[in-house]
């Protein structure tokens, strides 16, 4: 594949041979992307023109588990080509280590139109000394803004690298460094600019209170969200801003909160639950079938909606659990509506055949549930 004296990146095949497989990945991993950058297919669209446009939101690819997540995750690419983007902004694990890297750079060269990344903890070698330089090689800076048809994009690495029960795992929080370039970068926005921030890990999320509680980190190895006292900074800073949305990967589900007039989503994976289905109908761990999200900016106003994907959609935003056979008259029967997308504190009423509408209570695992929300 690489015979002769090929360079990537200043180093000869010939030095490439005393190499680690991790080095040598890194290396070829960004000789391919500066060929990438160099594809008119994918160059920068003139932010001027662009006055109305959408987004691609993907998160949680998870390539490594093999050809099935090949297979799919090109289909969902050529799905979201068709519906032509003006860019795709990938909130991470791709699960470039420990030796996925090139497959996914292979796989996203299928996108015609532009990628922007953002590290999530399966993209972060723990034992490194530098732990995203294969990121960093690929996709440049794991934290950064850009501006784009009027809104102000903000990519946030809240990856972490601590050390817990004598092992190396990621925890949830921006570091000083970070804080201080977010509060610069957002002073300098214009006021009237709306901004949209992404980040993996997400910052405000009900995943620990819906499972039950429990204390991070004894019960969780890795952080499923940013605690309290983090998540509070973090959004009292934004709130002083124009910040419409925050948009979160990690979790593998929907789910939509508003707090201080920003709305913060936790979006489904595109794996669902790690494609564990094979070829079947893949589900995240809400239930919701895979997909991804598409951000709709028309006139500065901010959208969004859920999109289920490829052997995985359907047209229906959710669905009654268990109700393969009829239901047999009873004084009361149990019915769970699982809706995919709703925000947070939603509310819903079902009826069976012509009986009054009757409101339906919110999920919970103790009351093993009446509506799913997540």
Same mark, same amino acid.
């Given at each position: 594949?690489?015979?002769g ?9 010939e ?13 070829s ?26 987004i ?5 690819v ?17 799905? !979201?080509?068709?519906?032509?983007p ?31 990344a ?20 690929c ?14 994009f !903000? ?18 929080c ?5 804080m ?9 926005v ?7 921030c992404?980040?993996h890990?997400?910052i405000?999320?009900?995943?620990i ?7 991070f980190?004894a ?11 983090r ?27 508003? !707090? ?6 936790s ?11 094979g ?16 951000i709709?900016?028309?006139e500065?106003?901010?959208g ?44 819903a ?6 009986g009054?509408?009757t ?12 509506l799913?929300y997540?």
């Open positions: 594949m690489y015979a004296n090929i360079k990537l990146t200043g180093v000869t095949h030095k490439l041979v005393k190499m680690d497989r991790r080095q040598f990945l890194s290396l991993a960004a000789a391919w992307l500066r060929a990438a950058r160099g594809n008119p297919a994918i160059a920068a669209v003139d932010v001027q023109e662009v006055p109305d446009f959408d691609a939101f993907i998160t949680d998870h390539i490594e588990r093999g050809k099935i997540a090949v297979s799919k995750f090109s289909e969902t690419i050529a799905e !979201i080509n068709s519906q032509k003006a860019f795709v902004w990938d909130m991470g694990d791709m699960s470039l280590y420990p030796s996925s890297g090139r497959v996914y750079l292979d796989c996203i060269r299928k996108f015609r139109m532009p990628l922007h953002c590290p999530g903890n399966h993209d972060i070698a723990l034992n490194d000394t530098n732990p995203r330089k294969l990121f960093n090689d996709f440049g800076r794991a934290y950064y803004s850009f501006d784009f048809g009027g809104v102000h !903000i990519t946030l690495d809240g990856n972490t690298v601590v050390e817990r029960q004598g092992k190396n795992t990621i925890d949830a921006l570091d000083q460094r970070q201080t370039w977010l509060k610069a970068d957002l002073e300098a214009p006021e009237e600019m709306p901004i949209i992404g980040v890990i997400p405000v999320s009900t995943y209170e819906r499972r039950g509680g429990g204390s980190p019960d969780f190895p890795i952080a499923p969200q940013f605690n309290e006292s998540a509070e900074k973090l959004i009292n800073l934004i709130a002083q801003h124009n910040v419409k949305l925050v948009l979160q990967g990690h979790a593998h589900e929907n789910e939509r909160t508003t !707090i201080k007039g920003i709305e913060f989503v979006s489904i994976s595109v794996c669902g639950s790690w494609w564990r289905s070829e079947g109908f893949e589900r995240g761990v809400d239930n919701a079938p895979r997909g991804y999200r598409i709709e900016v028309r500065g106003h901010i969004h909606r859920y999109v289920s994907s490829c052997e995985s959609r359907v047209d229906r935003q959710g669905e009654f659990m268990d109700l393969e056979n009829p239901i047999m008259p009873s004084k009361s029967s149990t019915i769970v509506f699982n809706c995919y997308d709703a925000p947070n504190g939603s509310t009423k079902a009826r069976i055949n012509a009054p509408w409101a339906m209570q919110e999920y919970t695992v103790k009351l093993r549930c009446y799913r997540h």
